[in-house]
């Protein structure tokens, strides 16, 4: 499978979830997950689909799968702990670990909030 199916049937999984069938958008994203590994988009897209199904304990693999991928950008990383965090909460562990990681999801917001501001007062 080429990048160029792999981009198709990310989009036809985008179409599946827009139309109301993330059944249909899991399947396609669970064999695109088999086919690149690596891939930093799939594992994202899988988890959201399996929340939005209500399907919390099934998305923590792949919500986890994206804390522990190498070269993550910053706001990767952000959406990444972001994504878990929702995980967790979802499943009702609402105690500690979900609460630090969305206590650093908020301090990271804060800190690149507070590091735009000043780059713009810098700049005007």
Known sequence: ?????????????YLF???GRPDKAVILLLALDEAFPR???VPRLLAH????????QEALPFAEKLLVLP???????RLAALLHAETLWQI????????????????QSLETY????EARKTAG
Not at 1 to 11: K, N, S
Not at 71 to 77: A, F, M, R, V
Not at 93 to 107: D, H, I, K, T, Y
């Open 39 to 41: 891939d930093r988009y």
């Open 92 to 107: 009702g562990q609402r105690e500690p670990e979900a609460q630090s990681r969305w206590r650093g999801v908020l301090e």
């Open 49 to 56: 689909c399996l929340l939005h199904q209500k399907k919390p």
């Open 71 to 77: 070269d993550l950008s910053e706001e990767e990383q």
């Open 17 to 19: 979830m827009q139309h």
């Open 114 to 117: 507070l590091r735009l501001t």
């Open 1 to 13: 499978m080429g990048e160029e199916d792999r981009e198709a049937l990310i989009l036809l999984a």
